[in-house]
């Protein structure tokens, strides 16, 4: 398996992602400039990680979706490439429209940063293969702009879909319907806002994320 | 040419950041303050000298950068 991860300025958890694709995975990786216009060959998934990218400015991950390697990613994905955004990550995904709806201010406009418990909704993509449907994990987050918002028809296609990955067990920053992460409409595409890279050593305090980066090795090892 | 891009959230979208001033307004004793939507206004310096052209440009902008449109709405104001 080979992974690339993005690193835009002001990214700060682009190093924790590459060391759970490596340490977990096993997995060649390579970071990768914002401003390159194109992706290493021959990769199998892409990490969009954590942080502020452009400083938040305009909004958060706006910046960061219309750079030139995001350009790459887009048509990477388009073409059933697998891609996983965390917390900042997943904040660029839909500003690029590769993944539907909108992050936003946390409703009680807190910095929230602390593990929390979340329920796996599906076990049906690559990224969840590794848990069990509605099983409770423990996974960190911290963020200030990630209340989920899924507006008009949205919310009953993630549901008749079965897009929605994880929920929040409890609400945290008034995300509709809990939701802390979703999938595509091919589900290669995977944005969540808690860092299952934080959840791989027991050093981190839990390792409820090796699951999910050991369900990518086993999706993607032969591709 | 210039142009201002007023962006604000669209109606019925919750506007925390709105509420916690307007809660602040109402702490400092001014009474009557309904309701308060915080947006942002960007200004443009366009070489462009044609309004028209302008609107068009500034339109495709907002579109595709300046407003997030599942959660935001636009004003374009050429000057």
Redesign the interface.
Known sequence: MRAAVIVFPGSNCDRDMAVAFREVTGAETTMVWHGESGLPDNVDIVGIPGGFSFGDYLRCGAIAANSPICRAVVDFAKAGGAVLGVCNGFQVLTETGLLPGALMRNSNLKFVCKPVDLVVETADSIFTSGYEKGQKIEIPVAHHDGSYRAAGDLMARLKDEDRIAFRYAEDINGADDRIAGVLSSNRRVLGLMPHPERAVDALHGGTDGVAMFKALAESLVSA | MKARVMVMLRNG??D??GE?VRTALGNLGFEGVGGVRQGKVIELDLAETDPEAARHSVTAMCE???A?T??ESYQIEIL
């Open positions: 979208v919750l925390p950041q916690a595709k950068l300046l997030n599942v959660i």
